[in-house]
Nanobody, 126 residues
Framework: QVQLVESGGGSVQAGGSLRLSCTASGYTYSSYCMAWFRQAPGKEREGVGAIGSDGDIKYADSVLGRFTVTQGNANNTLYLQMNRLKPEDTAMYFC????????????????????WGQGTQVTVSS
């Protein structure tokens, strides 16, 4: 049974930084993709950044240059370093994992992910 647990959310002023963590248990795919998504009230869930087992990382244009996705050494931990945060980054952030390899173009689409965490709230005040 795969479980994803996020942590690290909180409240920060604009321009500040936060680091989110996602710990995966029971996730043993050799070809995979893990990603961060976010969803603000009244808006659709959007992909923020995704890393595949090939090591390639795809970012949404809105976070490029500000957010960084990394993995722990055992590949069972996913991180999202968020710098220069903006009020529009306020959302619930979710960790997601696929049940196999994903093509480059599909990595930021939520429908391709099988496993999801419960989310952690990030609030950025102006």
């Amino acid at each position: 049974q795969v479980q994803l647990v996020e942590s690290g959310g909180g409240s920060v002023q604009a321009g500040g930084s936060l680091r989110l963590s996602c710990t995966a248990s029971g996730y043993t795919y050799s070809s995979y993709c893990m990603a961060w998504f976010r969803q603000a009230p009244g808006k659709e869930r959007e992909g923020v950044g995704a890393i595949g087992s090939d090591g390639d990382i795809k970012y949404a244009d809105s976070v490029l240059g500000r957010f960084t996705v990394t993995q722990g050494n055992a590949n069972n931990t996913l991180y999202l370093q968020m710098n220069r945060l903006k009020p529009e980054d306020t959302a619930m952030y979710f960790c997601a994992a696929s049940s196999g390899r994903l093509s480059w173009w599909s990595r930021l689409f939520s429908g391709y992910y099988t496993y999801w965490g419960q989310g952690t709230q990030v609030t950025v005040s102006s």
